[in-house]
């Protein structure tokens, strides 16, 4: 089963910048949709951004024109480069793996992003 560490949460400020990085182990990264998500207190987790294998991406809404995702096979990373950061940003980002050859999957432990004057 494949693990997954986050990294690169912290403290930011309205507009700014933060990048969070998911590094995998135990798996064939390459065969797996790699995806970010995140989760407010109170609120449901919800999508941020999802990449294929080949490299085809999908947003939430919210963060569309923001926020890109990206991965790098050879390293076994996905980072997701938050930009124009807004307080409703705010919350637990996870990383998540779903094997294309099954229904099984992994989340990262997560990782807290504050955004704040």
């Known amino acids: 089963q494949v693990q997954l560490v986050e990294s690169g949460g912290g403290l930011v400020q309205p507009g700014g910048s933060l990048r969070l990085s998911c590094a995998a182990s135990g798996g064939i990264f390459s065969f797996y949709v790699m995806g970010w998500y995140r989760q407010a207190p109170g609120n449901q987790r919800e999508l941020v951004g999802a990449?294929?294998?080949?490299?085809?991406?999908n947003y939430g809404d919210s963060v569309k024109g923001r926020f890109t995702i990206s991965r790098d096979n050879a390293k076994n990373t996905v980072v997701l480069q938050m930009n124009s950061l807004k307080q409703e940003d705010t919350a637990v980002y996870y990383c998540?793996?779903?094997?294309?050859?099954?229904?099984?999957?992994?989340w990262g432990q997560g990782t807290q992003v504050t955004v704040s004057s």
């Open positions: 998540n793996a779903r094997d294309t050859r099954s229904p099984q999957g992994a």
């Open positions: 990449i294929s294998p080949g490299g085809n991406t």
